[in-house]
């Protein structure tokens, strides 16, 4: 297995398996995730990217092989006792309440380990947000409900996040703007998991790339191996 030379393994997947009842998605995933770097699982649509999150969190629980978060193995544990290692998931839906406004959404998840922001906090990093505060959450534009889903997660403390297609739907400015809060989030000394099908955004965010085939990892990429040879990658994602 590839790996980038900089940086320390914090999460390391090995022949991981998962299944949604009899259906088998992941067919022995293999790769790491090295502290604080940006790495996106990119393929094509039911590869088993999004699979593959769920299964670090534990949301899929039908699973086997090992996934080690900075030395614990965590392949028997339950979504609640993963989160409080310091893992937080995004999903793509993003899961806003829309009964809540934005300030009570964010005040919402518990802080789970030392380091969580607070709602006030949270709401002077997003200034859209704090903008929003009083209004529901299901009413904010697409953009607006992503950063929410992302400034939920920065709440609990954990330190490792993983995403699933934060640009999904959202016009090019407003990816413009989740690209850059993934930096800056990046420079803060955050480790993100990406799950993205925009190549290009993938590319302007991410230090490597694994590539998802089927429910396996069939390349990793560099940033610069990918801009070296984009037709490579072109050719697995169809494009």
């Known amino acids: 297995m590839k790996t980038d030379p900089a940086g320390k393994p914090g999460l390391i997947i090995e022949d991981l398996h998962g299944w949604y009842a009899e259906s088998k998605v992941l067919h022995g995933m293999n790769f790491d995730v090295r502290e604080g770097e940006v790495l996106t699982l990119i393929g094509r649509n039911g590869a088993g990217k999004t699979s593959t999150l769920r299964a670090i969190m534990g949301i899929m629980r039908k699973r086997s092989g090992s996934i080690r978060f900075q030395g614990e193995e965590l392949i028997r544990k339950r979504i609640y006792e993963i989160a409080r290692k310091g893992l937080a998931y995004c999903p793509e ?20 380990r030392p380091g969580g922001v607070s709602t006030e906090e949270l709401l002077s990093t997003f200034p859209n947000l704090q903008r929003r505060a009083s209004s529901p959450g ?11 889903a992302i400034a939920r997660i920065l709440r609990t403390g954990s330190r490792y996040l993983l995403l699933d297609e934060p640009s999904e739907g959202l016009a090019p400015v407003v990816v413009k703007e989740i690209g ?10 955050f480790t993100i998991i990406l799950v993205e099908q925009n190549l290009r955004f993938a590319r302007s965010v991410a230090d490597r790339h694994v590539v998802v085939e089927h429910g396996h ?3 990793i990429l560099t940033a610069d191996e990918i801009r070296q ?5 072109k050719t697995y994602l169809g494009v």
Do not use: C, W
Request: net charge neutral; glycine share 6%; charged share 25%.
């Open 138 to 148: 299901t009413k904010l534009s697409g953009g607006e409900q992503q950063m929410l």
């Open 217 to 219: 990892v069939v390349d």
């Open 180 to 189: 850059e809060l993934i930096l800056k989030l990046k420079a803060q000394g």
């Open 229 to 233: 040879d984009l037709a490579r990658v």
């Open 93 to 112: 839906e993003r899961a806003i309440f829309a009964s809540l406004n934005v300030k009570e959404n964010l005040a919402l998840p518990p802080v789970l």
